[in-house]
């Protein structure tokens, strides 16, 4: 597990270990989604004449990427636990 036990992400979640998969796919599907909406964001941005805007959606874009990883980490990692 990367970080926290099981239980700790279930507290955390407000869910049981059982529903705990499901809880955290759900989580990666949701920054997923967060995800796209930036991309779109940042490419309608690219070419804008404020490149201190463009800069800041670029690194939220590299953020939110990083963010979705470590999710995936997490989810891959309470799968492997609880298999």
Partial sequence: MRTGSLLEWAQLLGVGPDDLPAQTRALVRGVDILDEAIV????????????????????????????????????????????
């Fill in 40 to 83: 779109a964001l940042r490419a309608m941005l690219h070419t804008c004449p404020d490149r201190e805007l463009d800069r800041a959606v670029m690194q939220l874009e590299r953020q939110v990427a990083e963010v979705a990883g470590l999710l995936r980490e997490v989810h891959q990692d309470v799968v492997r636990e609880l298999s």
